[in-house]
């Protein structure tokens, strides 16, 4: 980051941190305090979201007293820039904001992390433009994307965040910096934990002895280096120009030719998918499965499943086997194929299909799904079994 950037940054963080305290009823001494703080030389990070458990906004406080050690270090000093508000309702999420405000009173840590309240566009705008780095720490699988991160890229700003939303895609070890496997661990303290230390231990030995390596003539050659990486790879590939160009290519423009066909010919079609859709709640909740077996054949595990549709047509439905991603991969997928019509005793269908034995067959679940041609399942048929 440009350090006349850092320095607009911290002039207008020192304006609105004063602000702040004023409205709040702070002392003249603190207000005036605050026009003081923080250096335009050191490294700057930055933490701003909205406040909510699963965005994990306190990870970097799971041990004060080391991310204390971090900030404080005087021949390596940080500041820390934490700017965001919790929804009125989310109790949660109003207590972490209270646990940084908690810190931020420690004298120790008063020159080190400025807590600024709300995350609205004019902030946004300021620290993308002005931090170092940026730090994002949510519990994979939430992140719905994280824009800001991104913003940042085309500022010279570098990012350090967990493995998903977009960073999943745009990582490399010359971009930036990664936190997490890349696999779900649902709501775990322990992972928490081993990624509080994975968080502290980056910025210990690599991000920020990197950003004060400097050249004879004050250069931070490797910094720049990354920096350089990172625009010239990930500006190109992450724009509002793309996310305009797939959401066209591959939700409005699909979405307009389905509604010209289904408004066709009177809304024929539209009339099928109502009537398939009526079918579907009339019988649904009577459809059971039967019979499972399974067999090895050549390297292949060969499933045969027995599924009583009760008068639910088999063309409205679509069985097939599932399984989890290997290696956070994508999901397996295979459609079973009717091998026999229903016998007249019970009335069941007997499906058919196999798969590589190279994961135990135990990995499979067979499924049933709703079918129609052109229609979106989930989105237009929840129903699964």
Same mark, same amino acid.
């Given at each position: 980051?440009?350090a006349?950037?850092?320095?607009?940054?911290?002039?207008? &963080?020192?304006?609105?941190l004063?602000?702040?305290?004023?409205?709040? %009823?702070?002392?003249?001494?603190?207000?005036?305090?605050?026009?003081?703080?923080?250096?335009?030389?050191? !490294?700057? !990070?930055?933490?701003?979201r909205?406040?909510a458990?699963?965005?994990?906004?306190?990870?970097?406080?799971?041990?004060?007293?080391?991310l204390?050690?971090?900030?404080?270090?005087?021949?390596?000093?940080?500041?820390?820039?934490?700017?965001?508000?919790?929804?009125?309702?989310?109790?949660?999420?109003? $207590?972490?904001i209270?646990?940084?405000?908690?810190?931020?009173?420690?004298n120790?840590a008063?020159?080190?992390?400025?807590?600024?309240?709300?995350?609205d566009?004019l902030?946004?705008?300021?620290?993308?433009? %002005?931090?170092?780095?940026?730090i994002?720490?949510?519990?994979?699988p939430?992140?719905?994307c994280?824009?800001?991160? *991104?913003?940042?890229?085309?500022?010279?700003g570098?990012?350090?965040?967990?493995?998903?939303?977009?960073?999943?895609? $745009? @990582?490399?070890?010359e971009?930036?910096?990664a936190?997490?496997?890349?696999?779900?661990?649902?709501?775990?303290?322990?992972?928490?934990?081993?990624?509080?230390?994975?968080?502290?231990? !980056?910025?210990?030995r690599?991000?920020?002895?990197?950003?004060?390596?400097?050249?004879?003539s004050?250069i931070?050659?490797?910094?720049?280096a990354?920096?350089?990486?990172? *625009?010239?790879?990930?500006?190109?590939?992450?724009s509002a120009?793309r996310? &305009?160009?797939? @959401?066209?290519?591959?939700?409005?423009i699909?979405a307009?030719?389905?509604y010209?066909?289904?408004?066709?010919?009177k809304?024929?079609?539209?009339?099928?998918?109502?009537?398939?859709q009526?079918a579907?709640?009339?019988?649904?909740?009577?459809?059971?499965?039967g019979?499972?077996?399974?067999?090895?054949?050549?390297?292949n595990h060969?499933?045969?499943?027995w599924?009583y549709?009760?008068?639910?047509?088999?063309?409205?439905?679509?069985v097939?086997?599932?399984?989890?991603?290997?290696?956070?991969g994508? +999901?397996?997928?295979?459609? *079973?194929?009717?091998?026999?019509? +229903?016998a007249?005793?019970?009335?069941s269908?007997? @499906?058919?299909?196999?798969?590589? $034995?190279?994961?135990p067959?135990?990995?499979?679940?067979?499924?049933a799904?709703? @079918?129609?041609? %052109?229609?979106?399942?989930?989105?237009?048929?929840?129903q699964?079994?």
């Open positions: 980051m440009p006349s950037a850092r320095e607009s940054l911290i002039e207008y &963080v020192r304006g609105r004063s602000r702040q305290l004023e409205a709040a %009823g702070a002392s003249t001494e603190e207000v005036e305090g605050a026009n003081h703080i923080f250096d335009a030389n050191a !490294l700057t !990070l930055g933490f701003a909205r406040f458990a699963y965005k994990r906004p306190n990870l970097l406080l799971h041990d004060p007293e080391r204390l050690r971090i900030l404080s270090n005087p021949q390596r000093p940080a500041q820390l820039l934490i700017a965001g508000k919790a929804h009125p309702a989310d109790q949660a999420g109003q $207590a972490l209270q646990e940084w405000t908690h810190f931020i009173r420690r120790e008063r020159n080190h992390v400025i807590f600024l309240s709300d995350y566009m902030l946004t705008g300021q620290l993308v433009q %002005g931090v170092d780095v940026w994002n720490t949510p519990q994979r939430w992140e719905a994280g824009t800001s991160g *991104m913003k940042v890229l085309v500022n010279g570098i990012n350090l965040s967990e493995l998903d939303g977009w960073w999943a895609e $745009a @990582y490399t070890p971009v930036g910096w936190l997490g496997d890349g696999k779900e661990h649902g709501d775990d303290p322990a992972w928490d934990a081993v990624e509080a230390k994975a968080l502290y231990a !980056l910025l210990e690599e991000v920020i002895p990197e950003f004060y390596n400097r050249d004879p004050g931070p050659v490797a910094w720049v990354r920096i350089r990486e990172s *625009m010239a790879r990930l500006t190109p590939r992450f120009n996310a &305009v160009r797939e @959401y066209t290519e591959q939700y409005y699909p307009a030719t389905a010209s066909e289904r408004a066709a010919d809304g024929a079609i539209s009339a099928r998918v109502m009537n398939w009526r579907l709640e009339k019988n649904w909740a009577n459809l059971r499965f019979e499972v077996r399974v067999a090895s054949d050549g390297g060969v499933f045969e499943i599924i549709l009760n008068g639910l047509d088999p063309k409205a439905v679509r097939e086997l599932y399984a989890d991603g290997v290696n956070n994508v +999901p397996v997928r295979q459609e *079973m194929k009717l091998a026999r019509q +229903p007249a005793a019970d009335g269908y007997v @499906y058919r299909a196999q798969v590589p $034995a190279s994961r067959a135990t990995d499979y679940t067979a499924r799904i709703p @079918y129609h041609d %052109g229609i979106a399942v989930p989105l237009e048929a929840a699964i079994l």
